[in-house]
């Protein structure tokens, strides 16, 4: 048995975009997946115009991915004629995200709340990928986002079906611990990068990005 060490490239979300300079910071730090929100209860809210005048600050770069809770088609409709997006982020059972999937021909990323081992997605149920995060805590008004940490005992033995997203109390200071205990191939952030909600720190997501990226792990084989 040969213990080998290796960088791993962890893909990253920084999730909640909805200022000049959060998007800048974004862009400038090389991250994956950039995410605007589309749900009005959120302090990241932001509208279908201001994310097209933000995601036109900077042609190519971050993924460009649409959150949105219970959506109809109306709804998502009216966002996609004001911006494009590359991907959608939708909090909705299986069924209804395939069903989106298809009737807009983009990839779709479900979230999924998880206490126990058993809201563990087991199939790839159709869709492309997953964001795994805590259920939210009781009086809660919004299914994601609380900075929840998830119970990292929850995933051990999960084999995942398709590629996900660690979501939920990420910050600079534990995402490589997080990483290390939940072998997570991506991770997400929102206010883990804020100094108050909604408010991005540029120093915050150039420093989440390096320490995601620089994650070394330790490969048995």
Known sequence: MIRVKRNR?????????????????????????LGFQFFPPSPRY???QGAAELSARHAGGPRRVGL???????????????????????????????????????????????????D??????????????AKPPPGANR????????????????HAPAPWLLAGGLN?????AAIAATGAPGVDV?????????VKSPALIQDFVLRSRHFERTIVR
């Open 9 to 33: 490239v962890t893909r990253v979300k920084i999730c909640g975009v909805n200022s000049p300079a959060a998007f800048d910071a974004v862009v400038g730090a090389g991250a994956d997946y």
């Open 46 to 48: 932001i509208t279908p």
């Open 68 to 118: 949105f809770v219970s959506p109809s088609e109306d709804d998502l409709r009216a966002v996609l004629a004001g911006v494009a997006l590359d991907g959608l982020q939708i909090y909705a059972d299986a069924a209804r995200c395939r069903a989106l999937r298809a009737a807009f021909h983009l990839p779709v990323w479900r979230a999924v709340g998880i206490a126990q081992a058993s």
């Open 120 to 133: 563990l997605p087991q199939t790839d149920e159709g869709l492309d990928g997953f964001i795994i995060e």
């Open 143 to 158: 299914p994601g986002g609380n900075a929840t940490a998830v119970d990292f005992a929850v995933l051990q033995n999960w």
């Open 172 to 176: 600079p200071d534990n995402v490589g």
């Open 190 to 198: 929102a206010s883990g990068v804020e100094t108050s909600p909604g």
